[in-house]
């Protein structure tokens, strides 16, 4: 399905270091990128109560990851999904009377504008389940070849027990792993199957929901294989780095790692199957809690936006914190970058009156932006180091220079950051 318009990254001079992330198989701070190319799944939103604002800051966080990739001479092959067709989606339709794919497409038209409007890099492919039921289904009836699929009442189950390395990188204790497939959209309790972690990889045709022709029978497809198959389409059997939030952990991305072992080999010369990273961010919470669909206590981009927020303070304010932190959204984050971008402008707007030395790097100069990239509202021109006196960007305002994406603790400005600051000159060191 089309992305969303890129916003022009300015290229900036020199080259940042190498960008190491936190690894939740290993627990290791690592580099994040095997090669020239860094290639990284995403697990994207289900278009229903998108994009909320926990959305956003894991999609910016990936912006970063992505920008810092590229300033240190990556190229990058970028792929996401869109979940339009599972449960909750079908059961946010059906409460509302709406046809689901009229509120999919509904919701996606919102997340590309809000993604957009905060500079989130698109993906190179977003890829909804629904166009890719084709590649979906030859996962599966791979899975089916190499024995690791049974049924149950019509439905196929993934068998756990075909994949030896299963749990590996949650490293999680058994009955955590159970309780968190029931609260994950598992179903660990019901009767017949052989293991209760065995996750569903096709659902028979259900009255009234929808289905589509397979060679399991008319049926739709887990959640679990709908990543694996759509990542290992298009990035291939190994990958850098799959992402996602914290809740992705289990049951998500180890069911869907495991599937890919099972189909591309658990070991081997080049490691198991999948990814050879897996980062996942912190949970945003209001007021404590966890933002969630479920819960309902959710604060939208595009209703912050709509209020008059800039959107370059909405990404400053989630850049503040550490990406891995579960931390709070609150009006007094929002407040305070709003004001350090005004400082931020306001320098850079002092710096631009300042002629630099012959062939310093300049910001507004052989730097193009589009027309509308970004919003702001501070102007500043043309101007070398982008940092107001005495400020020290957030936590997770830079990426790469030999620290983890996110890391704290950085004296330079943010190259990387993304911030439409109208000043994005490369700080010089030394
Ligand atoms: N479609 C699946 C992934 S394949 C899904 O989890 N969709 S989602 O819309 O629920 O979430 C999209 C992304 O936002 C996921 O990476 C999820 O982990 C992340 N996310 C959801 N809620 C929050 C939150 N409160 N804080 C931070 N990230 C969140
Ligand atoms: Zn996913």
Not at 80 to 93: G, I, K, S
Not at 230 to 252: K, M, S
Not at 361 to 386: L, Q
Request: net charge neutral; proline share 7%.
């Amino acid at each position: 399905m089309d992305s969303w318009r890129a916003a022009v990254v300015p290229a900036l001079p020199g080259q940042g270091t190498e960008p190491r992330i936190h690894d939740t198989a290993t627990g290791q701070l690592v580099p994040a990128a095997s090669g020239r190319t860094a290639t990284i799944y995403a697990c994207g939103i289900t278009p229903y109560d998108a994009t909320h604002i926990g959305h956003a800051a894991t999609f910016v966080s990936w912006d970063l990851l992505i920008r810092a990739w590229r300033d240190a001479g990556h190229d990058v092959r970028y792929v996401q999904n869109v979940t339009d067709v599972d449960d909750p989606l079908l059961e946010r339709a059906d409460r509302d009377g709406e046809d689901w794919r009229e509120l999919a497409a509904r919701e996606i038209a919102r997340y590309r504008s809000d993604m957009a409007a905060l500079r989130v890099l698109p993906p190179d492919a977003l890829v909804g389940a629904v166009e890719a039921l084709p590649v979906i289904e030859r996962f599966a009836g791979q899975l089916a070849d190499r024995g690791a699929l049974y049924e149950l009442e019509g439905d196929q189950y993934f068998a756990r027990s075909a994949d030896a390395a299963f749990g590996t990188m949650p490293r999680l204790d058994p009955d955590t792993m159970v309780e968190l497939f029931a609260e994950r959209g598992g179903d660990p309790g019901r009767p017949g199957k052989k293991d209760p972690l065995d996750p569903l990889v096709w659902l028979a045709a259900r009255p009234g929901e929808p289905h589509w022709p397979s060679q399991f029978g008319p049926g739709r497809p887990g959640w679990h294989v709908e990543c694996a198959a759509i990542a290992t389409d298009y990035l291939g059997a190994r990958f850098d780095v799959q992402a996602g939030g914290t809740d992705l952990i289990f049951p998500h991305h180890e069911m869907s790692a495991s599937h890919a072992r099972v189909v591309y080999g658990g070991s081997g010369p080049d490691g198991p199957a999948f990814a050879r990273r897996y980062l996942h961010a912190g949970m945003i919470r209001l007021d404590g809690e966890k933002m969630s669909k479920s819960l309902g206590n959710l604060v939208f981009v595009s209703a912050l936006l709509a209020q008059g927020a800039d959107p370059m303070a909405v990404r400053l304010a989630l850049l503040a914190g550490h990406y891995r932190a579960d931390r709070d959204w609150t009006a007094a984050g929002l407040a305070a970058a709003e004001s350090r971008l005004a400082r931020w402008r306001a320098a850079v707007a002092r710096a631009g009156a300042i002629p630099g030395p012959p062939g310093s790097a300049r910001v507004g100069r052989g730097t193009p932006r589009s027309p509308r990239s970004g919003g702001g509202r501070g102007r500043a021109g043309a101007g070398g180091r982008a940092r107001a006196a005495g400020e020290r960007p957030g936590h997770a305002g830079c990426a790469g220079r030999g620290r983890s994406v996110g890391g704290g603790n950085h004296r330079h400005s943010h190259p990387a950051s993304g911030l439409d600051g109208r000043g994005g000159a490369r700080p010089r060191h030394g």
